[in-house]
Structure formats: structure tokens, C-alpha cells
């Protein structure tokens, strides 16, 4: 079972979103299942701290068989080897992302590109980053539009319309690139077609 943190006491979730962003607990909802194997593992009673497979800059609080995942502070990851959120520096090399992109169609100038998409995930593991920017610019390096990923990694976005992009510009394709953060997620890109609907 995954437990819900509730953030300070009496302090609503603006204060839990807040504490997050310093190292609280994660909320992902009541009865939530599992969402990484060392999650599951907390299972038949075990305690203690467990790395988050899919993300590193959390890790897995078991307490009598209850998971709470729980944020570092910003800028660090979890070390599965001192049981402590640390400089990536200290834990391990910057890690390689891959980053890919899907076709997109430009339904004329006056009514823009539409989906723009891409997912980044770590390179070697199947799951996605989630709360990553990713900025989407023609080939040439205009920017198109920006998004978030979602919790599979995957963004989208369509331009604003009536853009003033040369027609042989977009029809070039576009470029979806994540920026890395540093010392813990090295950045990549990937190209794909725009085409005329």
C-alpha cells in the first residue's frame, strides 16, 4: 500500500505542495498501488529506505509494510549506499535521458502546428521523467511552444495561431528538446516530420 503524506499538520495542500519542494512527502493520492518494484517490496512488514527505481531524486520510506515516497531536497538524489539524499556528484554520474518525438501536422499558418509530442524517460529504463520541461522549436531553433511531461514522461503541445514561421521553415519538422538538470539528468532532443493536413 503506498501511504498519502498530508504535508505540516493542519496546513492544507498549498503548505504540502510547499514542503515537497523541500523534501517532504510525496502526495499521489489515497490507495494508490504501487508505482515502482521497490515500492512493492515494502510489503510483509519491512522498514526502511528503498531507492525509486524510475527517479532518483526520490526515494521509498517503508514503515509495517506501508510505502511513502518521498522527495529530496532540490538539487539532490537518493544514495542507496548511505541511505541519504546527496550531490549527484557524490552518487553517481549525471544520467543519460532519450528523448523522442511523433509527427505533427500544420493545419496552415492561420491555425498552427498540432500535436507537438514527445516522452523523455531515462536512457535504459522504461519509465518516464514526470515534471520535466520540454521545449518544442522548429529545426532551425524557433520556438513553437513549451510543456510539462506527465507522469509517463509525455508532453505535448500545438502552437499559437496565425504564426509568422516561413511555410519551408516548419516543413523541415520540429525539434523536442529537454534541457537536463544538472548533474543528475543529462539532456536530449529528437526531431520529427511536420506535415501539411
Not at 39 to 44: D, M, N, P, V
Request: glycine share 14%; hydrophobic share 45%; net charge positive.
Amino acid at each position: 500500500m503506498l501511504r498519502i503524506g498530508k504535508g505540516p499538520a493542519g496546513k492544507g495542500w498549498a503548505a504540502s505542495f510547499a514542503a515537497l519542494a523541500a523534501g517532504a512527502v510525496l502526495a499521489l493520492g489515497v490507495g494508490a498501488a504501487p508505482v515502482s518494484a521497490a515500492e512493492g517490496s515494502c510489503a510483509g512488514g519491512a522498514t526502511g529506505r528503498l531507492p525509486r527505481l524510475q527517479d532518483q531524486r526520490f526515494y521509498v520510506q517503508c514503515a509495517g509494510g506501508v510505502a511513502t515516497v518521498v522527495a529530496c531536497p532540490t538539487g539532490q538524489v537518493y544514495a542507496p549506499g548511505t541511505q541519504l539524499c546527496e550531490a549527484p556528484e557524490l552518487v553517481r554520474p549525471a544520467v543519460a535521458t532519450l528523448t523522442t518525438a511523433g509527427p505533427a501536422k500544420l493545419n496552415g499558418l492561420l491555425f498552427g502546428v498540432k500535436n507537438l509530442s514527445t516522452t523523455v524517460r531515462i536512457a535504459d529504463a522504461p519509465a518516464g521523467l514526470d515534471g520535466v520541461p520540454v521545449t518544442f522549436t522548429t529545426v532551425g531553433g524557433r520556438t513553437l511552444c513549451t510543456a510539462v511531461t506527465d507522469q509517463f514522461g509525455a508532453a505535448r503541445c500545438d502552437t499559437p495561431a496565425r504564426l509568422t514561421i516561413p511555410l519551408d521553415e516548419l516543413l523541415r519538422g520540429y525539434r523536442a528538446t529537454y534541457a537536463g538538470i544538472g548533474g543528475i539528468y543529462l539532456p536530449s532532443s529528437a526531431t520529427a516530420p511536420i506535415a501539411l493536413l
